[in-house]
């Protein structure tokens, strides 16, 4: 699929001005993909994750009628709040629309900020993937959580949960990048182990003291000695607005970009 001719015919077409605006955006961050998978001679495309911090409901419906399916969230209170108030736009539109105009409404909420424990019971509720696992109890606590919600007929699938790996080198004591990169495979079993949690893969960060590629390259190499123990955990979330081409160069499967689909966030 051309998404950037689709985007950019979609902005022709469109008549709300922020919607076209987005359509526009879209098809711009489309055309970096292409160029840099190309330049990559990779034969497989990166999916994109639009980060929606910040960013009103109403935004994600626009980027939802567009044809995007899988929205970024870093904070639960918020992420929680949108989920809600995108369901019931989307119901909206589904009752006004004909029974001859039928559409999808499988909206994949990624979840990629640091999550406390305490917030896994609620997250499991509207996410489809967690991308920033990186403790043995935050894992055990969204198992948990996931079969609680199993139970109550609130998911029908294992929720999907990547490991965020900490870039660093070398590594602080701060903990804030998530995983130790030779704590990994420990925790890919702990992972794999539960019943109701699915390995993806993993997700990291471009560290900001030094360039994108030799980190990227970095979790390159972290990717193929995971899928050589868990050949199901195949994904590779990295690369932001900055840095998308150092991620598509070094294999990543999922982009996480905000900024340059939605635009500069508004202050908070």
């Known amino acids: 699929m051309d998404f950037t001719t689709a985007f950019r015919s979609a902005a022709d ?18 055309e970096r ?3 840099a998978v190309a330049a990559s001679g990779r034969t497989d495309r990166p999916e ?25 969230e870093n ?3 918020e992420a929680a709040a949108k989920a809600a108030s995108v ?14 105009d039928p559409h999808d409404t499988a909206l994949r909420w990624h979840f990629i900020g640091q999550l406390q424990t305490n917030k896994a019971k609620s ?15 935050l894992v055990k606590a969204l198992d948990n959580a996931a079969e609680r919600a199993s139970g109550e007929g609130v998911r029908s699938q294992p929720l999907e949960v990547l490991i965020q790996v900490d870039l660093r080198s070398p590594l602080p004591e701060d903990h804030r990048g998530g995983a130790s990169p030779t704590d990994m495979l420990s925790l890919a079993e702990i992972i794999a182990s539960c019943e109701h949690l699915h ?45 998308l081409e150092a991620a598509v160069s070094c294999g990543a499967t999922r982009l996480r970009i905000g900024r340059d689909v939605l635009g500069e966030r508004p202050h908070h």
């Open 33 to 35: 993909i292409d160029k």
């Open 48 to 72: 994109l994750i639009v980060v929606s911090k910040y960013f009103p409901p109403e935004d994600v419906q626009r980027l939802f009628e567009l044809g995007v399916r899988d929205i970024g």
């Open 199 to 243: 390995l993806g893969g993993l997700m990291a960060v471009a560290p900001l003291e030094e360039a994108p590629e030799p980190a990227f390259a970095r979790l390159g190499e972290l990717a193929q000695l995971l899928v050589t123990e868990h050949p199901v955990a195949t994904q590779i979330s990295a690369g932001m607005s900055q840095d």
């Open 13 to 30: 077409n469109a008549d709300d001005p922020r919607t076209r605006q987005l359509a526009l955006n879209l098809a711009a961050v489309h």
């Open 87 to 100: 369901a019931e736009l989307l119901q909206d539109r589904d009752r006004r629309s004909s029974p001859e």
């Open 75 to 77: 904070k639960d209170q």
């Open 123 to 137: 997250v499991v509720r509207y996410a489809h993937s967690v991308h920033s696992a990186d403790r043995p109890k």
